[in-house]
């Protein structure tokens, strides 16, 4: 059952001074027909620097229901700051700086990040560490190499997979804990053919069906 579908978009941008960085977006909802039973209007935005992927600007808007929440950050990386911005069901304002670590990642950034990380290096079980921002604090988790998985998406095309599992800290979406699984095909291209989470509210089952401007070939397509 399709519920609702969720659009991922990479851009990259050019400053002025010739610099460039990328802007990703995700936008999550639930189709008309089911927003009588749980309304979804989910939205994330990232812009990191290029090519190493440190955070610039993050915002994450969630309405799920009757309930909405605005977590916005400012990473200055020169002062070594992160500047937030959140806002819970249209009540006050709470603003923080926070010390930004070196290595920290904001969401949607840590996904593409995941993209380029070589898995043919990693033992079945092994463990990644790496940093994140969950709610206006900054985590040291980790994702878990679970192997490779033949995934068959809904529009009957196979593909050869490097599975994940991505431990979380409970927050206003997630529970805590490896409630993630993604499925990442298994050539340069690590698009995320399959998504599994638990949120707090239930969960999420993702998987892709359609894709363009890819830079390397689909290797991993099973014919």
Request: hydrophobic residues 35%.
């Amino acid at each position: 059952m399709n519920s609702g579908e969720v659009v991922f978009q990479a851009d990259t941008l050019t400053q002025k001074n010739g610099r460039k960085s990328w802007e990703f977006q995700a936008i999550g909802k639930t189709f008309k027909a089911y927003d009588i039973f749980y309304s979804v209007r989910d939205t994330f935005v990232s812009r990191v620097s290029y090519p190493d992927f440190k955070p610039g600007y993050f915002i994450r808007k969630v309405n799920h229901a009757k309930k909405s929440t605005v977590h916005q950050y400012r990473f200055d990386q020169g002062k070594g700051k992160i500047y937030s911005y959140i806002q819970r069901d249209n009540g006050k304002v709470l603003r923080d700086t926070l010390a930004l670590k070196p290595e920290v990642s904001d969401m949607l950034g840590a996904v593409y990040a995941f993209r380029n990380y070589n898995f043919n290096r990693l033992g079945k079980g092994e463990k990644v560490n790496f940093s994140m921002l969950v709610d206006d604090k900054p985590e040291d988790l980790y994702f878990r190499y679970l192997g490779k998985e033949e995934v068959k998406t809904r529009n009957g095309r196979k593909f050869l997979c490097h599975k994940v599992s991505i431990a979380l800290m409970g927050g206003d979406f997630f529970p805590d804990g490896e409630y993630m699984k993604v499925w990442f095909t298994a050539d340069r291209n690590h698009l995320p053919v399959r998504v599994e989470t638990e949120i707090v509210v239930g969960s999420v089952n993702a998987v892709l069906t359609e894709f363009e401007n890819l830079k390397y070939p689909l290797t991993s397509e099973i014919k």
